[in-house]
């Protein structure tokens, strides 16, 4: 019996000496553990996929199996394989067009123009716009033009469904047949008209294998719901391993092509847990860093956990 759950993406640049600050060039480097984006489960390994960036926020390569530790429930375990990842992705665009973006709209549809200019032609794409309602707008497909040509005639209006996105947005991503997987959402997080929970949403978050990294375009609104906002989207973004990036308009196309770069690079740890009960219980993972001398402080990125398999 064999369980998949993807834990945590990313990963291109580095930091100093032999670990060098820019996208990672092609081709990958030799892998000493199997490609893919998922966390494997079965009886012998759980394979981690883990993105590292330094203070600056800058993506980290370069990096040894020595320099990271990893452990499950507070256990240290046994890092038994370590490779570099970088295969093709599915992204789902959860685009914000409620009344409350207004302004915001021009440098959001930037900032999905820059994202889409560094994909890899095996990569494929989706949309869901949400104002009112979701909508699945452009299904599954390698074509971003469509997407661009569809988001330069969005408006803004409305209110804001952004949890019943998100969820329309993980059931769409079911349909793809790549390891590697996550979802992009660009707004102000200021959910107001939703017919499913937080609660609700960020278990089916909890269970997918979708990583998600959100650009929060906030300011301008001073109600409860845009308040609330960061905090929202902050929680489901770091639960899958991705991101929260704070932004003003100005700064919205930069980001985006990080995000992009992280998305398409990360570390693979993989481990043979001490913990072989097949209960089904969660189990929460934490990776910790141990940087090569000389460099900064570096911040790691991964899934929070997974369940275990049931016999």
């Known amino acids: 019996m064999k369980v998949w759950v993807i834990l945590g993406l990313c990963l291109a640049g ?9 996208p990672r060039p092609k081709p ?13 489960v079965d009886t012998t390994l759980i394979l981690v996929p883990v993105s590292v960036n330094d203070p600056l926020n800058r993506p980290v390569s ?20 370590f490779a570099m990842d970088d295969e093709p992705v599915a992204v789902g665009l959860v685009f914000d067009t409620s009344g409350s973006m207004g302004d915001k709209l021009s440098r959001s549809r930037m900032a999905a123009k820059e994202f889409f200019h560094i994909s890899n032609p095996e990569d494929e794409f989706f949309l869901v716009e949400f104002d009112n309602a979701p909508r699945l707008v452009v299904p599954l497909t390698a074509d971003t033009g469509t997407i661009e040509g569809h988001l330069a005639f969005s408006r803004s209006h ?21 390891n590697k997987k996550a979802l992009l959402i660009i707004s102000d997080g200021g959910d107001n008209h939703s017919r499913y929970s937080q609660k ?8 997918s294998d979708v990583l998600i990294y959100s650009i929060g375009v906030f300011g301008g609104g001073g109600s409860p719901e845009e308040a609330g906002g960061p905090a929202l989207l902050s929680k489901v973004s770091e639960q899958t391993g991705g991101r929260l990036f704070e ?16 998305l398409r690079n990360r570390y693979i740890l993989g ?12 189990h ?25 398999p049931v016999e």
């Open 14 to 22: 580095a930091a100093a000496g032999q670990v060098k600050i820019e």
């Open 28 to 40: 990958a480097p030799k892998r000493d553990a199997p490609s893919g984006a998922n966390i494997r």
């Open 62 to 81: 370069g990096l040894e199996r020595e320099n990271f530790r990893l452990f499950e429930d507070k256990v240290e375990q046994r890092i038994v394989q």
């Open 158 to 178: 409305g209110s804001t469904a952004l949890l019943d996105a998100i969820y329309l947005a993980l059931h769409e991503m079911k349909r793809s047949k790549k």
């Open 200 to 207: 609700e949403v960020t278990d089916v978050v909890k269970e």
């Open 247 to 262: 932004a003003n308009a100005v700064e919205l196309p930069d980001i985006a092509r990080k995000i992009g770069i992280e």
């Open 271 to 282: 481990y043979s847990p001490q913990n072989q009960a097949r209960d089904g219980k969660y």
């Open 284 to 308: 929460r993972i934490e990776v910790k860093m141990m940087p090569p001398r000389g460099l900064p402080k570096l911040n790691a990125h991964w899934r929070l956990g997974y369940n275990a």
